[in-house]
Nanobody
Framework: VQLQASGGGLVQVGGSLRLSCTAS????????MNWYRQAPGKQRELVAG??????PNYGDAMKGRCTISNDNYYTVQLQMTDLKPEDTAVYYC????????????????WGQGTLVTVSS
């Protein structure tokens, strides 16, 4: 199982960016997909998550400035708006996934991270 994150880059203050994460591999089920972020010297924090039923959950970090959605069962997108310098961080995709040969066991998987830099 792999999580492939994309969409990071350099953006100016007030700009927008959309991150995408796709799960692939021998997947039986996905319980939830999340976006976390980690800025230099800070702890990793939840940005947003979405359950298999489509229910979103937003952390305090970017509440009101981001929207999480499912493109399809395996892909989640994070639309971020009104970006600020403090949003500069590596953004990580995370998911609870059951592999096809372990149908009742959901384990956490992490993507490789994508860097978002907000310049003033």
């Amino acid at each position: 199982v792999q999580l492939q994150a994309s969409g990071g880059g350099l953006v100016q203050v007030g700009g927008s960016l959309r991150l995408s994460c796709t799960a692939s591999g021998n997947i039986f089920g996905i319980d939830v997909m999340n976006w976390y972020r980690q800025a230099p010297g800070k702890q990793r924090e939840l940005v947003a998550g979405i359950s298999w039923g489509g229910m979103p959950n937003y952390g305090d970090a970017m509440k009101g400035r981001c929207t999480i959605s499912n493109d399809n069962y395996y892909t989640v997108q994070l639309q971020m708006t009104d970006l600020k310098p403090e949003d500069t961080a590596v953004y990580y995709c995370n998911a609870l996934i059951a592999e096809a040969n372990k149908k009742l066991q959901y384990n956490p998987y992490w993507g490789q991270g994508t860097l978002v830099t907000v310049s003033s």
